[in-house]
């Protein structure tokens, strides 16, 4: 399997994951109106499926959502090495490989720089170290092409449906679509994919009915509302995510 369109399926999955069906989340005691307009600021992403463990992240590292932040390399290497002694697709498959039809390759292993560029295989090609980014379609997890130059960050910034993903260690937040709401004082919000409905507030609990009277609650604590969001994403395992909007 091609180890970076798995990736990309990955990160698709888990964005379809961070919608807008959000449920409760936690208890504070402010009493500060909410109206005005706020934006996605901050997603913590459960694995576990349970938002309240400690084991949430506000990010992932890309090609290799494994790896802490801590651990997470700025680039990656460009690298393979053959493996003659697997002669079957379904055995490469098993280590990880790509096959090609008569041979199995799989990435040399270098996570920093150096290892990189003193990496050679049996061929005599050495590993080319990539850093920056690219553009990437969020709804498919398509790389986006930008013609005979390398993208930029401003080559993502003006559609909605494109982020930029760094080699390296990406924040949930920034990867996925700016979401923004404006509650006005008359008690009605609208959100920034044109959908529309009722607010209420009690204390530190926000409701929010939509105009197919779906009900979402979250938690007001200043300038921010927090909200939990849960789905199932990587087959039957639930993902719990944390998601707090600004002002």
Do not use: R
Not at 2 to 14: E, G, R
Not at 31 to 55: A, W
Not at 74 to 102: F, H, K, Q, R
């Amino acid at each position: 399997m091609n180890k970076i369109k798995l990736i990309l399926a990955t990160f698709s999955l888990i964005m379809v994951g961070c919608d807008d069906d959000t449920v409760s989340s936690g208890n504070n005691d402010s009493t500060e109106s909410i109206s005005g307009t706020y934006t996605l600021s901050s997603v913590v992403v459960h694995g576990s499926g349970d938002c309240s463990d400690q084991n949430g992240v506000s990010g992932t590292c890309f090609p290799e959502p494994q790896l802490s932040e801590a651990d997470c390399p700025a680039g990656n290497c460009n690298c393979s090495s053959d493996l003659p002694e697997v002669t079957t697709e379904e055995d490469c498959d098993a280590v990880d490989g790509d096959w090609d039809g008569s041979d199995c390759t799989v990435q040399c292993g270098a996570t920093t720089e150096a290892e990189c560029l003193a990496f050679e295989n049996s061929d005599g090609d050495s590993g080319e170290w990539y850093t920056g980014g690219f553009c990437m379609n969020i709804n498919t997890g398509d790389g986006m092409s930008c013609g005979e130059s390398n993208c930029q960050p401003s080559d993502c910034a003006d559609d909605d449906e494109v982020s930029w993903i760094n080699i390296g260690w990406n924040l949930w937040s920034a990867v996925l679509p700016q979401i923004s709401v404006t509650f006005s004082n008359d008690g009605t919000y609208s959100d920034s994919d044109n959908g529309t409905g009722t607010w209420t507030q009690e204390g530190a609990v926000l409701t929010m009915v939509n105009s197919d009277n779906e009900v979402t609650t979250g938690t007001v604590s200043g300038t921010t509302f927090t909200t939990e969001d849960m789905d199932g994403v990587f087959g039957s395992d639930p993902v719990c995510s944390v998601m707090t909007f600004s002002k």
